[in-house]
């Protein structure tokens, strides 16, 4: 009888696990060094992920779909990255510029002005510092703002200083506790403002808590201030609007109404999300790699173990190839050796791994650590793959030894 | 069924070249019985390495059942030891983690037969060793002569056409000796070629055929009359 079909994967399979239990120490090594790697590469990328999450929602909270002008020139206005820190502008963004964009951007669906301040209000003889910021009705629309009671500021011309205000829920605690708030009287510095609505909630926008801010006119907010430029423009495009292309029109409008000067920069709050994301995306990718060296590592030392048991068991193949084992046999079975081990070490990991990522989760509910799909097939297949290629030497080595010389126990 | 033609084989000692194996020439046909003697270094467990393919000769020629095996790739040598050749050696060689059924699976498990038939043949071989109730033991649980039984089993269990021995009971005591003999010419008497390396002359003299080496040459190849 003559069976080409030379040893089953199955029997291949049980004889490696017969090899592995026998040599528990070796095989915890490798598993424990397996598990290590393969579990800090999930750790690590589940950092940077849940890094690169947290960032991205706080962004979301400043509002996505947006155009935001400001008066200043910034060199590279093409990428996104952060506005201007202070407004050093030649020239004021004004009403007047608010309005003509009004007019000639057909893209635009809601063009809101905004001036920010900070001043003492008083009412019921309570005085508190807050900010201030002037704008209109359309502004409550593009951040999603809702009052408590009360109603939003009114959609009035631009240029009408009426003296009317929408507060914020921690001012009107602060300065009515459980009383009426709307209706009330404001005072901010030598003027009196009436109370026309309260916001909502924790009102978050750009970063500012407008829970202890008051929403007044922006024409208001002029007067108060005595100051004529504005502070940003914000810009809501129609639904499907291409945002480039209002951006450019936004520009050239800009360039128009000031004589030809670019002296506004436009930012999308978008493209900066976007810049953030790849910036925490390649910190994700960085930190994976330094986990991955630890895979290398792992790697050495499936190599150096699996140096030792060709050694240790040179009798053995010896007997196999008289046996009728052939190189490739041999070679097989301590590749499969290792590669069982590098893939039970790798299952271990990615338990562990995993389970870290969830107590990051229960440590820190704020942060969506998650470890990402590519990270865990990458440092599974490497894993399985450097088991492969680190036994390949010494599982070479053994398939070549001489019958003779190995049953005596000499290498060669 | 062996034809050896030529056969040479030498090594290097340091500056010195050692002829294990000097020109040899020799015939085999099924079903003999022979030993092979002669002192320490004179090239016999070459020849016993040789006959069965675990060594490549430098020169000459050897035909095994009618195949040219100088020359022939590793795989198919390997192939040929698998399902024609069975080996018993001095220290037994068998895996000390598998247990004496696990061993004797093993060239069968090496040759992908199917699970079925591996019990039945183990069980067969395991009846006639009279190791039934070792069976589940590991090698360090049994005897010497124990062992060396096992062995002969793995060695049997494919059912080679040769069985090439080298000094089965160098290792034994006399009565382990005695009955591992027994069982080596039983299985000779049921028709398997057995080719005996030994230094012990009373035993080699127990063969039908009995060779004399000497410095990597047959000194003396005799045909003894049936004991």
């Known amino acids: ?412 | 069924m062996i034809s050896l033609r030529g056969i040479t084989r030498q090594f290097t000692l340091g500056d010195e070249i050692v002829r294990a194996l000097d020109g040899v020439d020799l015939d085999i046909a099924a079903g003999e019985y022979i030993s092979v003697m002669g002192p320490s270094g004179s090239g016999k467990s070459t020849l016993l390495n040789m006959i069965g393919l675990l060594d490549t000769p430098d020169a000459g020629s050897y035909t095994l059942a009618g195949t040219e095996t100088v020359g022939l790739p590793e795989e198919a040598r390997a192939r040929l030891r698998a399902v024609r050749i069975g080996f018993v050696f001095q220290a037994y060689h068998l895996i000390p983690r598998l247990t004496a059924r696990e061993n004797i699976e093993l060239p069968m498990v090496l040759a992908g037969m199917a699970p079925q038939e591996r019990r039945r043949r183990c069980d067969d071989i395991l009846q006639r060793l009279n190791l039934v109730e070792r069976a589940g033991h590991l090698p360090q649980q049994l005897s010497g002569g124990q062992r060396q039984r096992v062995a002969i089993g793995r060695a049997v269990v494919m059912k080679p056409e040769i069985l090439l021995a080298d000094e089965p009971t160098g290792n034994l005591d006399s009565r382990s000796g005695r009955e591992v003999m027994a069982l080596l010419e039983e299985l000779n008497a049921s028709g398997i070629t057995l080719l005996m390396v030994t230094h012990d002359t009373v035993l080699g003299a127990r063969a039908r055929r009995q060779i004399v080496f000497g410095d990597g040459r047959i000194v003396s190849d005799t045909l003894a009359a049936p004991a």
């Open chain 1, 1 to 412: 009888m003559s069976n080409q079909a030379g040893i089953r994967w199955g029997d291949s399979v049980l004889f490696a696990l017969v090899v592995l239990r026998r040599y528990r120490f070796r095989t915890g090594m490798m598993l424990l060094a397996m598990t290590l790697a393969v579990g800090s590469v999930i750790a690590f990328t589940a950092l940077g992920e849940g890094a690169r999450g947290f960032v991205r929602n706080e962004f979301a909270s400043m509002g996505t779909n947006l155009l935001v002008a400001m008066p200043g020139r910034k060199e590279t206005t093409g990428g996104g990255g952060p506005p201007p820190a202070t407004g050093t502008a030649a020239r004021d963004i004004t009403l007047a510029d608010v309005k003509a964009l009004r007019e000639r951007l057909r893209g635009a669906d809601i063009i809101s002005p905004l001036m920010a301040g900070k001043i003492e209000v008083s009412a019921n003889s309570r005085a508190r510092d807050v900010m201030i910021l002037g704008t209109d009705a359309g502004y409550f629309t593009v951040r999603n703002l809702q009052v408590l009671n009360g109603e939003i500021l009114p959609a009035i011309d631009l240029e009408l200083a009426q003296p009317v205000c929408v507060i914020g829920s921690k001012v009107r605690d602060e300065l009515f506790g459980n009383q009426q708030a709307v209706g009330e009287w404001l005072r901010m510095g030598d003027r009196r403002f009436r109370i026309i609505g309260v916001l909502a909630g924790k009102a978050d926008a750009s970063g500012f808590d407008l829970s202890d801010g008051v929403l007044v006119p922006v024409a208001s907010t002029q007067m108060l201030f005595n100051r004529q430029g504005l502070f940003r423009v914000i810009v809501q495009p129609r639904p499907h609007y291409n945002l480039d292309k209002l951006r450019d029109e936004m520009l050239a409008a800009f360039r128009e109404l000031h004589q030809g000067e670019e002296d506004v920069t436009v930012v999308k709050p978008d493209s900066m999300l976007q810049t953030f994301d790849q910036i925490f995306g390649a910190l994700t990718l960085a930190v994976g790699a330094i986990a991955a060296i630890s895979l290398l590592v792992a790697g050495v030392l499936v190599m150096n173990l699996t140096w030792i048991s060709v050694s240790q068991r040179t009798k053995e193949i010896g007997l196999l190839k008289a046996l009728g084992a052939s190189h490739t046999q041999v070679r097989r079975l301590f590749l499969l050796e290792s590669v069982l081990l590098c893939a039970a070490g790798a299952v271990c990991g990615v338990l562990v791994g995993e389970l870290l990522v969830l107590l990051g989760r229960l440590l820190w509910p704020t942060v969506p650590f998650a470890a990402p799909a590519w990270a865990v097939v990458f440092s599974v297949l490497v894993a399985l793959f450097s088991g492969l290629l680190f036994a390949w030497l010494p599982a070479s080595r053994a398939a070549r030894q001489q019958p003779v010389d190995a049953l005596a126990g000499r290498t060669t």
